[in-house]
């Protein structure tokens, strides 16, 4: 396949992906609206800011620039890569422990509520992985594996909506405060989920030890 047409196959790909993506933002957000009402759609709306803030100190444009380094540099592929995850597995804990220290004082001066602490503390804990997560979307897309990156993501948002889906209607029915808190471990699962890269196999699953760690989560934040 000639360069052009990769260009054009790769860019068309990742543009089904991002309307696929926004279809099911769109679905969780519905879901979300049934499952924890008016009050807690607010509530996780500025969860997720200050999250996204988190999350954007976190990965630190390192996708973007292993794309960058590694479509320029062939032979030094492997190389990066590793740079990156050290870099990403760093940057990512240091943002874990430091909203960790700040969500005390970012629910009380901040978003002025206390229930939104073990949201963040949930959120919190997910940023490592989250980082390492963009560092190997970049390195995909830059060596031209744009379909491995695309599934990767479609089933981390499917994967979410049907986590929070069982998890919300097992365990939190009828109370929006503990909805919200299973929903934000979804979303630590999601980003925990490891995953199997081939060049024709993109597969995520929950493995035993990933399943313990948020059974413990489970326990601390929804008993």
């Not at 989250?130 to 060596?143: C, D, E, N, Q, R």
């Amino acid at each position: 396949m000639t360069s052009k047409k990769r260009f054009i196959r790769d860019g068309i790909m990742l543009s089904l992906v991002a309307l696929m993506t926004r279809v099911v933002s769109m679905a969780f957000s519905a879901f979300l609206s049934g499952a924890v009402g008016s009050e807690g759609v607010g509530l996780f709306t500025l969860v997720m800011t200050v999250y996204s803030f988190a999350l954007t100190l976190a990965t630190s444009g390192v996708g973007l620039a292993v794309t960058r380094a590694v479509a320029a540099s062939v032979d030094r592929r492997r190389g990066t890569l590793g740079a990156a995850l050290l870099y990403s597995a760093i940057f990512g804990s240091l943002s874990c422990i430091l909203l960790f220290i700040l969500a005390p004082l970012i629910c009380r001066y901040l978003i002025s509520s206390p229930e939104a602490l073990p949201l963040l503390e949930i959120l919190a804990l997910s940023l490592p992985a989250t980082s390492i997560t963009a560092a190997l979307g970049g390195y995909f897309i830059g060596v031209r594996r744009v379909r491995v990156n695309a599934l990767v993501q479609i089933f981390s948002q499917l994967l979410r909506i049907v986590l929070s889906y069982a998890l919300v209607t097992e365990k939190g029915s009828g109370d929006p405060a503990k909805a919200l808190r299973l929903i934000c471990i979804s979303v630590l699962i999601t980003e925990l989920s490891p995953v199997e890269r081939g060049d024709t196999v993109c597969k995520s699953f929950v493995d035993e030890e990933v399943l313990q760690y948020c059974r413990v989560v489970v326990g601390t934040y929804c008993h």
